[in-house]
């Protein structure tokens, strides 16, 4: 009977004939149908799902385009005033100057009245810190006016000294003006604010 296909070397031999021929078959059968499948294209609408997903999965990984950056705010002196000073800023600094030296030449002929009379006199820091404030012009003029301090070296060297400061300390007032435009914006609009006629207008 069929109990005989089992027992033995011979049976065991002779059914492993059909048995593999089948399962050789077999997998023949399964890799012709697979290379048949893979070698045909895909679906149309395999492949347009497929770059749809593809385009859409570059998109999230690109960057977004970044905003251009906003152009630089102008400087605060972009309407910086005129080299020229404006005619406040010269009345100003007419009105101190005709004021110290008035003042230095009265103290040269003071002083000197005092001398004359052997009475109590300016001390010879104050003449010379006129000459420093911007009054030397007058105190020069009252010197060689009134004879007075001409041959005192002491006094003259110093005073002459401070001469020369007032007028670098001009220079560089001046050269600040003509260099630096927020500083003559500065002091234009604080010319502007000044509560006195004709002052707050700077032209």
Partial sequence: GL???????????????????AAILVFESVTAAGRAVLSTSPPRWFVAARRA??????????????????????????????VAPPRPLLLLAAGYLALVNVGAAALF?????????????????????????????????????????????AFREPY????????????????AWAALPHLRSSITARLRTLPVPGLGTAR
């Fill in 109 to 153: 002929f003071h002083d000197k009245r005092q001398a004359e009379r052997r009475a109590w006199r300016v001390p010879e820091r104050t003449l010379q810190l006129s000459a420093l404030l911007g009054g030397w012009a007058g105190g020069v003029w009252a010197m060689e006016k009134f004879r007075h301090k001409t041959a005192k070296k």
């Fill in 3 to 21: 109990a005989g296909f089992y027992r033995g070397f011979v049976p065991c031999f002779l059914r492993s004939f059909p048995t593999n021929g």
């Fill in 53 to 82: 997903a593809t385009t859409s999965s570059r998109a999230r990984r690109r960057p977004a385009p970044s905003a251009p950056p906003p152009p630089p705010p102008p400087p605060a002196y972009a309407a910086a005033a005129p």
């Fill in 160 to 175: 002459f000294a401070a001469v020369a400061a007032n007028v670098a300390i001009s220079a560089g007032l001046v050269g």
